[in-house]
């Protein structure tokens, strides 16, 4: 045999082994990683211990293998296309019934890929029912907990005839309880016991304990339970009542507060009490305006303008306001300062907790009452500390695009309701605590004619640095004011031809108590405005005196009705006053000369009478209105001679049990502040009044 006819022996027989090999390997399972890793080595060392020319020639080997398969299957694809044309040549006929497999050819192609992806496939599948049967023999239904949903005999015609016709002429003999109760009380049942001791007097701060199985029981029993909101509560609640009956043996003790003091109480009183203004901080400084809050009947603000000499470095520029509860008058209940003197002021709309201030460089200032007094100015004055709260909030120099221009006349809460105020009525007694996260709104109007509506907002936590964005915010402080609207009333009133002396000044503004939207503002020349803050047209748009024309008239004081009726009273500056209705131009009831031509300076309803109103003029004299027993004109009047008055306010709370009282808070050109205490026959209201005043109204239409 030549070279040549030897080497293709060699490598015929080098490809069937390689076939043959890798058609074992096709169909070989693989039983774990074991073997791989095992064989791994092995290679390895087999392909270390060939030398080069070995491993060449085993390549050599290995392409013609390949080339040798491509080749042979080159050839039977021609094989089977010649055998496919031969058979259609030829025809039907008996050879055409021979199967492909029993037709000779010319070699056996194996396909080698298809049988080893088949294998594997039926690997997967064997071990995928393997573990289904696994898993089956884990998961066991079970089907022994049956229960009926409903039960439902069918009814005989005997219970037929009773359901319809056995229940007559029967009544009912007796009741019987507690018939699916199958439990019985056994003797056998083990008692729990549990021993414990003490001991008294105690040698340690252990007097008692128990068994070491009980212990945790015992320490646990032995913590008290605290209520720390409702101790808080009460403390509160008891120190206000300890305060009151100290302020009650004071008052016993020292004349110069007794509330039944002769000097100066009025006629139409029944007892007076001054407000202890002879505090260090108080001298020399005059009242110039006086508030009432509107839920809290109790708290009374004053506002205090400078001294008239130098007392001390921190006070002597500044105003004072001060907070008073009437029914503890040796001291006020907050000392407030300002920079800026105070023209108006009120209180929050549901508790007097926020006080608010007009100025009369046209900023808007706010206190919170609740802070802290860490974060405020001490002062010692007479061997006593007093805390002295500067404003948390000051519109003053930082929001100069929407602050106002001229000073302020006015600021008022804008309340949601009657109702709503009302029943939030909460009494330096009471315990509940304002709500978290409050906002509200609040008006304030300039003598120009620009009422401001600012939105009132209590943040969620307190910056003891300060805020970059709130420059008027005290550092510490939680409540700031946003500006919301701005309402031009001079507008409205010039366009109607009603300016004849310049511009029309504004000088006093009020919401209506059932319609917070709704506002009426009290003018130089007369007249009054009724607008809207939703700019919504209304009807009427002015309130005019009986008089025809304009006239150099001011409406220095306007109040509305506190029982919800529509109707509000407007004293003037010629001494008349007028009573409106807000569907109407004209005034129902219109008195011109029930001061005798003196200016009105104080005007408010009473809260504890619907036809009762109390009035002051600029020449100190009081007048007490009650329209059921005269609708001419005042049915009491106190002048004041020896200290005159500069400023006066109604307190009192209506007659719940015997606790009702009416008050007036008079100031006094001294700088005293005394509290009146009306009779009963102006505090106690008469049999049905309101429906009478009603009667009344109706006839003056």
Known sequence: MSVPDCKLCVLCCARVCY?????????????????????????????????????????????????????????????????????????????????????????????????????????QALKQKTRSTKLLRLIDLDFSFTFSLLDLPPVNEYDMYIRNFGKKNTKQAYVQYNEDNVDRDVQTEEVETQEVWTQHPGEGA???????????????????????????SFLRAACQVIAVLLEEDRVALEPIWTPRAQDCTLRFSDSSAQLNTSLPFLQNRRVSYLHASQVQRRMVVSVHGR????????????????????????????????????????????????????????????????????????????????????????????????????????????????????????????????PAGLSFHVASLDESGVLNVWVVVELAKADTAGAISDLGLLPGGRIKLVHSAAIQLSDSLSHKGYELRGSTQTLNVKFLPSDPNRFVVGTDMGLISHGTRQDVRVSPRLFRPQQQG?????????????????????GCS??????????????????????????????????????????????????????????????????????????????????????????????????????????????????????????LLREAL
């Open 574 to 695: 010629d001494g008349s006053i007028r009573l409106h209705q807000l569907t109407a131009e004209q005034p129902l009831l219109q008195w011109d000369k029930s001061t005798d031509g003196r200016a009105v300076t104080g005007l408010q309803w009473s809260s504890t009478r619907p036809a009762v109103f109390l009035v002051q003029d600029d020449t100190s004299c009081v007048y007490i209105w009650d329209l059921l027993e005269s609708d001419l004109g005042p049915v009491a009047k106190q002048p004041v001679y020896l200290d005159r008055l500069v400023a006066m306010t109604v307190v009192g709370e209506a007659e719940k049990t015997r606790s009702g009282f009416l008050a007036l808070v008079l100031a006094r050109a001294s700088g005293d502040v005394d509290v009146q205490y009306l009779r009963r026959e102006w505090v106690a209201p008469v049999g049905d009044e309101l429906q009478r005043l009603r009667l």
């Open 19 to 123: 076939c043959l090999q890798d058609y074992e390997d096709d169909f070989e399972v693989c039983d774990g990683d074991d073997d791989d890793v095992a064989r791994e080595p092995e290679s390895g060392e087999t392909a270390e211990e060939l030398p080069l020319a070995r491993r060449r020639e085993i390549q050599e080997i290995q392409k013609a293998i390949h080339a040798e398969n491509e080749r042979v299957g080159e050839l039977s694809s021609k094989l089977f296309e010649e055998q496919g044309r031969t058979e259609r040549g030829r025809g039907p006929g008996p050879a055409a019934d021979v199967s492909p497999s029993e037709t000779p050819a010319c070699g056996i192609f194996l396909d080698f890929a298809t049988a080893s992806r088949r294998q594997k496939s039926r690997t």
């Open 307 to 434: 001294p008239g000499k130098a007392f001390a470095p921190l006070l002597d520029g500044r105003y004072v306001l001060c907070v008073w509860d009437i029914w503890q008058p040796s001291g006020p209940q907050k000392v407030l300062i300002c920079e800026s003197k105070v023209t108006c002021c009120c209180f929050s709309p549901f508790k007097a907790f926020l006080l608010f201030a007009g100025t009369v460089h046209g900023s808007v200032v706010v206190w919170d009452l609740r802070e802290d007094a860490r974060i405020h100015h001490y002062v010692k004055l007479s061997g006593c500390f007093w805390t002295f709260r500067t404003a948390t909030f000051s519109t003053d120099g930082v929001l100069t695009s929407v602050n106002h221009r001229s000073p302020l006349q006015a600021i008022e809460p804008i309340a949601g309701s009657v109702c709503k105020r009302q029943s939030c009525v909460l009494s330096p007694f009471s315990s509940q605590e304002e």
């Open 550 to 570: 304009v006239r150099p008239v001011k409406v220095n004081v306007i109040d509305f009705s506190p029982f919800g009726e529509p109707i509000f009273l407007a």
């Open 206 to 232: 252990a007097v008692s304990g128990g068994s070491e199985r009980s212990g945790p029981l015992d320490a646990a029993a032995i913590v008290p339970k605290v209520n720390t909101p409702r101790l808080c």
